[in-house]
């Protein structure tokens, strides 16, 4: 059988129409957007016509709203560091406990290096998010809230047009990591009180290293990439032309498939989810039941290492992730399971398979097939785990 990749929140594969539109502007195609003749002519309006499907994938009322960066990450940075610069008067940060580290990195620097004030706002059990914390940390001094539209592990997503609305009224700007969201589900940006949003190529179906940081038409910007003229002095450095032909590529195929993602792709998450956890005992899917993005499944499988059950599946053939990383020789579960309050012994062992338009039935029939041999045999060898009794399930519904 051939390898099965359930990995894509990490990644996606590029699709082959999206690498034929950006092969000319690796060859014919390689003017200088920038210059003064037919060369650069040709390619700027290329990286013009992406950024129009861009501004449609995202329902924006300008395309100059559009601007192109090297990724997801430059992107939450840009927007964050761009907010307390054209704010200074402001010093206060809103964010959530299960961002990204390309958000929550910066801001525990920004608390520790330059005095900013960052209110971390928690989340339940089932991952939703705490609203009278939010509301209660709102305030004129607030320069920025920043909050992800989907959460890449869980799947969780957050009501941010209604927190948007919420930031407004105390004149703070709302940025949305809005990477793992983009392409699932459908997007009308304009109609939004969001100020700025992040997405990035790769989640997309598009190269690595593109993204876009989308800023609202009247949002004060300050560039923190700072050179030439490139995407209105906004951010320096000639364009990369055929990753951002890419991009716009992505961006007008992914309405077609969007559908699709919420009716087969889901159907197939859904089946893998009541599979597993019919098959094997003392697990549970973790974030909010019916508010999570279509494709994402995790799933906690207590009293068992996420490292062995991941070792093994990638015997069986099978790529997924895990909640925990590897941290200096100890094992430190997700702080987005830990911010759920999900027990270290179910945290561990928490597997994230993330599926996409390219996933099939036969794929889940085989993940099915194999998990209950994986997490017994690793049961087998759990100090954690007794055959005469095992411990308690624990269940996030009691939490
Ligand atoms: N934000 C979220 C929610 C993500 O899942 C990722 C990638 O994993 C990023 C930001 C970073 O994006 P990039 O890899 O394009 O820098």
Redesign the pocket.
Known sequence: MKPVYFDN???TRVDPRVVEAMLPFFTEQFGNPSSMHAFGAKVGAAVNRARGELQTLLGAEFDHEIMFT???????NAAILSALEANPRRREIITTAV?????LSLCAWLEKNKGVRVHVISVDAKGRLDLDAYEAALSDRVAIVSI?W???ETGTIFPVAALAEKAKAVGALFHT????AVGKIPMNIKATAIDML?L????LHAP????VLFVRRGVRFRAQIKGGHQERGRRAGTENTPAIVALGKAASLAPHYMAEENTRVRGLRDRLEKGLIQRIGHSFVTGEPGNRLPNTANVAFEFIEGEGILLLLNKEGVAASSGSACTSGSLEPSHVLRAMNIPYTAAHGAIRFSLSRDSTDDEVDHVLSVMPGIVDKLRGISPFWSKEGAPQAFDPAYA
Request: no cysteine.
């Open positions: 929140n990490a990644t090297s990724g997801g990450t430059e992107s939450d961002e990204h580290p390309a958000v992800m989907a959460n890449n990591d809005a990477v793992q992040s990035s190529g790769h989640k690595k290293g593109i993204g």
